[in-house]
């Protein structure tokens, strides 16, 4: 089954408790510390727009590559809302293609995960290098391993909301430190006869330590520059459960 086909219409409803504007925040102060005020900037996985509508409110020229058609409808449709000059490309983050650089990538909300095999991750990160220009800076984040093992794994989540309710089953396995999750979702169709429809999705998303990330941003060609817990702004730990991870484009004239 796909992932984010029936979601995408629900994905915003059930993310609202996100701090995109703080992650914004964390994002452009990151920038500016290594002197990107302005420029164009590429948000990897953009999902349905929130982080790219954001640095785009703060003055980057952004581009938003996902390859799921369903976030990016949602997402073409906050861009008319907001009439920022966004350009979206439907392409998979393991083979994107840009029509130049960029000053910096961007990737958040756990993007990273959803590349399951190390050798197509090492792809993701020789393509940003490529694309970047020279001194460009990628900023990511990911779910540790620590993350699914410890606090994920093996755990059921449900919600319910007036519109939609959704049923989140996780299965994590130790040896391919993949995690499963059966997503089933109800989404009302009628609200006059309260009729729902009930989607069924399957996702998969690999848990990486910091060291499996920096070994591969060094066999990439990237420069690793930082790690930061994502909900302190601290220098990552052993607990954190989702990082920040700054690198900086090598190889290129400067």
């Known amino acids: ?35 990107i005020n302005d ?3 590429l948000d ?45 490309l439907s392409q998979d983050m393991r083979e994107f293609e840009l029509y130049g650089t960029v000053r910096a ?49 093996s755990r059921t989540f449900a919600e319910s909301r007036d519109a939609c309710s959704f049923i989140w089953d996780n299965y994590y396995d130790a040896d391919d430190r993949v995690n499963e999750y059966e997503l089933t979702l109800f989404i009302r169709e009628d609200a006059k006869e309260e009729r729902y429809r009930k989607y069924q999705e399957v996702h998969y998303q690999k848990g990486y330590t910091l060291e499996e990330i920096k070994e591969l941003i060094g066999k990439s060609g990237l420069e690793f520059l930082g790690a930061y817990d994502s909900y302190t702004g601290k220098i990552a730990g052993a607990d954190s459960e989702r990082i920040l991870v700054a690198a900086r484009e090598q190889g290129k004239d400067r």
Do not use: Q
Request: proline content about 2%; hydrophobic content about 35%.
């Open 1 to 35: 089954m796909d992932a984010y086909t029936g979601f995408a219409e629900v994905y915003d409803t059930f993310m609202d408790n996100v701090p995109y504007e703080d992650w914004a925040d964390r994002l452009e102060k990151l920038l500016e510390e290594y002197g």
């Open 39 to 41: 420029g164009l900037v």
């Open 44 to 88: 990897l996985g953009c999902g349905t727009g929130n982080m790219t509508e954001s640095l785009a409110k703060r003055g980057y020229d952004m581009i938003g590559v996902d390859g799921a058609p369903e976030m990016l409808e949602i997402a073409a449709r906050k861009r008319e809302e907001s009439g920022h000059d966004i350009l979206y």
């Open 105 to 153: 990538v961007v990737s958040v909300c756990d993007c990273i995960n959803y590349v399951t095999e190390e050798e197509d991750l090492l792809r993701v990160f020789r393509l940003v290098n490529n694309y970047l220009d020279p001194g460009g800076v990628f900023l990511f984040d990911f779910n540790t391993r620590y993350k699914y093992e410890h606090i994920l794994g």
